[in-house]
Nanobody, 113 residues
Framework: QVQLVESGGGSVQPGGSLRLSCAVS????????MGWFRQAPGKERQRVAG????????MYGDAVRGRVAISRDDAKRTVTLEMTDLKPEDTGTYFC??????WGQGTLVTVSS
């Protein structure tokens, strides 16, 4: 059974930083896409960042490009999202994704003064 568990969400003031982590169990990750998506209340889920397997490319959503960085450690089966210069519009539940198929339960990020 594949499981994804996110951690690192919380409340932060505008301009602050957060580091989200996702740990995968039940499946090797090295060849698979890993990514982060977010969903704000009343809005559709949108991709924040993604990284292909086997040393493939990274990709970022337009709203966050230049402020976030995604990385992966396939030995530990983790994917990390470093977020800086956070804005109130970054508020939402952040979900980890594996292989464009599996989802974590989400971790809440709130950016507010």
């Amino acid at each position: 059974q594949v499981q994804l568990v996110e951690s690192g969400g919380g409340s932060v003031q505008p301009g602050g930083s957060l580091r989200l982590s996702c740990a995968v169990s039940g499946r090797a990750t090295s060849s698979l896409f890993m990514g982060w998506f977010r969903q704000a209340p009343g809005k559709e889920r949108q991709r924040v960042a993604g990284i292909e397997g086997n040393g493939g490319e990274t990709m970022y959503g337009d709203a966050v490009r230049g402020r976030v960085a995604i990385s992966r450690d396939d030995a530990k089966r983790t994917v990390t999202l470093e977020m800086t210069d956070l804005k109130p519009e970054d508020t939402g539940t952040y979900f980890c994704n594996l292989d464009r198929s599996y989802w974590g339960q989400g971790t809440l990020v709130t950016v507010s003064s």
